[in-house]
Each structure stands twice: as structure tokens, then as C-alpha cells.
């Protein structure tokens, strides 16, 4: 299968000549359609950095990342902005939802911004606020709804244009423990159901028991790599736990 997102020896460098910061060091893998897959790692491990890259928020200092097939790092940056509307989504930690737009309009930016017909947009709005469960919502403005109901919304408008890789940094990071489960639900479903490629960064063992594949990381290189394949999702948040203490344990935020 063609992979949706693949890396070829990134290398990532911070700094001048007197001080550098190797903060990804050769790292090469590949995510095929329809995967969710978790990256976590000890803190200053690389794992922002790395999804950084990925997101064209950041540039490599060498290597190729291909999304789609298409070199993201050889690309001028007005063409990276069209192809990260097109082709990315993006789920974060504080939600970044617009307070001056109601949860319709959070939802319909990516679209409106891409000229779709008004008529198309609330069809599409529609469908996937109804698919997870926030339909009554739409008419309400962000401070008037509850921190799991907004991260809802922030993966709503995350797969609103189908985008070919969803990326998540932290997506549970601020919500209470029943919030994180069902919206990691939530993304769980999205994955199965529409069969969005997904990949999270996460410090935390119980969200990342939810991917079929982890990938750890370790002063910037790929430590170790973690299938889901026929366990339970306890017995792969087990098997997650291990890998953490073998890490050192400092991965952090293990419920
Ligand atoms: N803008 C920057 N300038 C210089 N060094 C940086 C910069 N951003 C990150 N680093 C360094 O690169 C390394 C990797 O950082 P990164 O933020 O990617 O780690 P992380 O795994 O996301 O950490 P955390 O879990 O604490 O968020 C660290 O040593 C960090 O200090």
C-alpha cells in the first residue's frame, strides 16, 4: 500500500556554530492510509519537533518527507500553505477555536477559506457534527460549551475537508479523564469509520493505547516501534507501560 505520509533520514538542527541541538537524528518511517499511529518519547526526546516537520510549520535541516507522495520539504512556501489546507488537519491541545465564531462557522473555516458553496458546507458541517454528537451545538459560540465538547469540535473541523493525514499534538493534554476517553473514542471512530490516517504525539500511555502503532523516540532517534495487532487495548496500554519503564519511565503522564 502507498504509504499516506513517509520519512526519509530527517535531521533536524537548532542553533549556530557554537551551540547545536541535534533534535531528530536520522529518523525514517512510513504511515499507510488509514493508520493511527501514537509517537511518544521522553520530554525534549524530539517529538514536537518532529510533528513540527511534518505539519510545514517547521523545516527539515536534511532528509525528505513525503505526503501523498508529494516532497514537503522541497516545496516554496506559498505552495505549502495551499497543500497544508488541502491535505493536513490538525487536532491541538488548546483547541484553537475562533471565540468570535460560532461552532458552525469553527467548523466551516477550512471550507469557506477553499470557496465551497455555502449549501455544500452545511451539508458537510452537518454530517459530521451529527456523527460526533455535537449537531446541537452548532448555533452556540466555544465559551458556551465544555473544554470535551470544544476538543470535539477541534476534530470536527480536523476532518471537515478529508484531509489525507490528521495530526494531533496532545489532543487529550486538557481535558478531564472522561473527556480524553471519549474523544479519543471519538478519533478512534473517525479512524475506523471514514478511514482518516491519523498521527498523535503523546505523553500519555491510556491515549496512546488507542493507536494501532506507537513509535518511541530517544534524543531524537527512533527507539523502539510498538503493533497493536490482536492485543486488547489493556493489554497494549500494559505493553506501553513496559516500554515507558524501559525508557526510563520519564514519558510521563501514565494514568
Ligand atoms: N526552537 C528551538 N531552539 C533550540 N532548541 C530547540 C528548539 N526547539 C526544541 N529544541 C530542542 O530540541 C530538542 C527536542 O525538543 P522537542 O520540543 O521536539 O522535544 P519533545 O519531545 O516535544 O519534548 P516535550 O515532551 O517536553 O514537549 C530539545 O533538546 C529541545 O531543547
Known amino acids: 500500500m502507498k504509504p499516506v505520509l513517509e520519512l526519509v533520514n530527517i535531521e533536524k538542527y537548532y542553533g549556530g556554530k557554537s551551540s547545536v541541538t541535534k533534535a531528530i537524528d536520522d529518523i525514517s518511517f512510513s504511515v499507510v492510509n488509514g493508520e493511527f499511529i501514537g ?3 521522553p520530554s525534549g526526546s524530539g517529538k514536537t519537533t518532529l510533528l513540527n516537520v511534518i505539519a510545514t510549520i517547521d523545516q527539515v535541516s536534511a532528509g525528505h518527507i513525503y505526503i501523498d507522495g508529494q516532497d514537503i520539504t522541497e516545496m516554496r512556501s506559498k505552495e505549502i500553505a495551499a497543500f497544508r489546507r488541502k491535505n493536513l488537519g490538525f487536532v491541538f491541545q488548546d483547541f484553537n477555536l475562533l471565540d468570535t ?4 462557522e469553527n467548523i466551516a473555516l477550512a471550507l469557506t477559506i ?3 458553496e455555502p449549501s455544500l458546507i452545511n451539508e458537510m458541517v452537518l454530517k459530521i457534527a451529527i456523527k460526533l454528537g455535537i449537531d446541537e451545538l452548532l448555533n452556540k459560540y ?3 460549551v465544555s473544554g470535551g465538547q470544544k476538543q470535539r469540535v477541534a476534530c470536527a473541523r480536523a476532518v471537515v ?3 489525507k493525514l490528521i495530526l494531533a499534538d496532545e489532543p487529550t493534554g486538557a481535558l478531564d479523564s472522561k473527556s480524553a476517553q471519549m474523544l479519543l473514542e471519538t478519533i478512534s471512530d473517525l479512524n475506523k469509520t471514514l ?3 491519523i498521527l498523535m504525539v503523546t505523553h500519555d500511555a491510556f491515549a496512546a493505547s488507542y493507536c494501532k502503532r506507537i513509535l518511541f523516540i530517544k534524543d531524537g532517534t527512533m ?3 510498538m503493533i497493536k495487532g490482536d492485543q486488547t487495548r489493556k493489554q497494549f496500554f500494559n505493553q506501553i507501560l513496559d516500554t515507558i519503564a524501559l525508557l526510563g519511565g520519564d ?5
Open 251 to 255: 514519558v510521563g503522564g501514565v494514568r
Open 195 to 197: 478511514e482518516t490516517t
Open 142 to 144: 466555544p465559551y458556551e
Open 39 to 41: 509517537v511518544m518519547g
Open 223 to 225: 527507539f523502539t516501534e
Open 101 to 104: 465564531l460560532t461552532i458552525q
Open 161 to 163: 475537508t478529508t484531509p
Open 114 to 116: 477553499n470557496n465551497y
